[in-house]
Nanobody
Framework: QAQLVESGGGLVQAGGSLRLTCSAPGRVFSRAAMAWFRQAPGKEREFVTRISRNGRSTVYVDSVKGRFTISRDNAKNTVYLQMNSLKPEDTAVYFC?????????????????????WGQGTQVTVSS
């Protein structure tokens, strides 16, 4: 399992913004669709967003549409999650995930089992 490293979490007031970063080994990142999941206390880990290997396709869970943006920099082997207009219900540990796939695969992978490589997570806390 490849090592993915998340950063950028923290404590922010409702309405604020954070940008999460996930770095992956080049051998993994260059061949992978990337995603963010989150897990709130006492809840199951849930899908947040996914970006295709070539960056041309993204998908979001309804609760974050219009507020979160996923992007990737293939030169830096890094995926980002820009989170704006944060709400207390966004409080969770956010995990980065990778799935090896072909360049033009636009499948909406949204299940935990769709992804083989995971980071350790970064805590995001939104105060009201």
């Amino acid at each position: 399992q490849a090592q993915l490293v998340e950063s950028g979490g923290g404590l922010v007031q409702a309405g604020g913004s954070l940008r999460l970063t996930c770095s992956a080994p080049g051998r993994v990142f260059s061949r992978a669709a990337m995603a963010w999941f989150r897990q709130a206390p006492g809840k199951e880990r849930e899908f947040v967003t996914r970006i295709s290997r070539n960056g041309r396709s993204t998908v979001y869970v309804d609760s974050v549409k219009g507020r979160f943006t996923i992007s990737r920099d293939n030169a830096k082997n890094t995926v980002y999650l820009q989170m704006n207009s944060l709400k207390p219900e966004d409080t969770a540990v956010y995990f980065c995930a990778a799935r090896s796939t072909i360049l033009t695969d636009y499948t909406n992978y949204t299940s935990l089992s769709d992804f083989s490589d995971w980071g350790q997570g970064t805590q995001v806390t939104v105060s009201s």
